[in-house]
């Protein structure tokens, strides 16, 4: 049974930096793309972030220079280093996975960026 579970998030000021993490059982994680993703209040879902097992990573123009991707396959855990925050980062964030194909989800963490 595959399990995601993000941690790390919370209520910080702009300008701040938050460190999500997730946590994975039951895949083959250090073959799996991770990624992160972001559902805001009255927004359309928003993919973030994403790294491959070799490490490369990519991200949406939004993000890139603030947010990095990391993954640590020996603790099967991705994270998400969030960095110069801005208000409109407000957003629950996803854990995905795709393991062989198949997409799993994470329950989300909440992030609130605001003074």
């Known amino acids: 049974q595959v399990q995601l579970v993000e941690s790390g998030g919370g209520l910080v000021q702009p300008g701040g930096s938050l460190r999500l993490s997730c946590a994975a059982s039951g895949t083959t994680f250090s073959r799996s793309f991770m990624e992160w993703h972001r559902q805001a209040p009255g927004k359309q879902h928003e993919w973030v972030a994403g790294?491959?097992?070799?490490?490369?990573?990519v991200y949406v123009d939004a993000v890139r220079g603030r947010f990095t991707i990391s993954r640590d396959n020996a603790k099967r855990t991705v994270y998400l280093q969030m960095n110069s925050l801005k208000p409109e980062d407000t957003a629950v964030y996803y854990c995905k996975s795709i393991d062989v194909g198949v997409p799993y989800w994470g329950q989300g963490t909440q992030v609130t960026v605001s003074s």
């Open positions: 790294i491959n097992s070799d490490g490369t990573t």
